[in-house]
């Protein structure tokens, strides 16, 4: 139920950026242009990626690139964009690439863990996750953590899926991804209170959507609260009319005989 907190890393581009105070035509400031336009074309690659044209993102990182082959933020953006065309070959390169030139930083270790998570590396992913989580300059560790708790949780680790969702409450008691991640945990293992007692949590930090809404209905039932599970029917019904959710419930009704 968790997604992934990745795009968010976009807005820490300034992590990989240098300063570019210079606009002299001098040797050294000439260098300064090329890294100034460089990081340009990644700012305006990442704008592109962030509104899903992937295509045309590679082609402007492509010429940060050219202009300035050790930038390791073009190298890390575009390994999003290869990764979001479904290039893995090329996603990878660009992501390993960004970690050899800047080996702390830990947008670029989120993303990595990230992208291994997405073939199903765990146990690779895992640390990586740990030191993005661990670095004093990263602003949002928990969303590190929270990706680490969804990455296990698809790999069938619940209980450090459990682990790191909770490290990531330790920080942000309102982390909406934790509180999700939990959530689903405890519903897989029929723990229909502890269900009860995270959707409450979620839905206070999140807007409603037909699935928490639908949820809310199985396990309101499962604790055999009838007028609770006919409230979140209700709102169901009213918020999301047209989704399969609704549909299940209203089928599920007729069944019934109601």
Known sequence: MSSWRLIAVLGCMAAFLPACASTATSGRDAR???AAAATANVNLGAE??????????????????????????????????YGALGELELAETHHRHALWLDSGNAAAQNGYAVFLCRRNRWPEAEPLFRQAAGNSDYGTPEAALANAGTCARNANDPDSARKYFLEALGIDPAYPDALAGLLDIAWRNGNHMEARSWLQRTLAVRPADARLLFL???????????AAAERCANRLRDDFPDSAEFAQIRESRHDAGN
């Open 32 to 34: 300064a242009s090329d």
């Open 48 to 81: 592109y990626l962030r509104r899903g044209r992937a295509t045309v993102a590679v082609d402007v990182l492509e010429r940060a690139l050219a202009i300035e082959p050790g930038h390791a933020g073009a190298h890390f953006t575009i390994a999003l964009a």
């Open 216 to 226: 809310c209905v199985r396990i309101e039932r499962e604790l055999a609260d009838a």
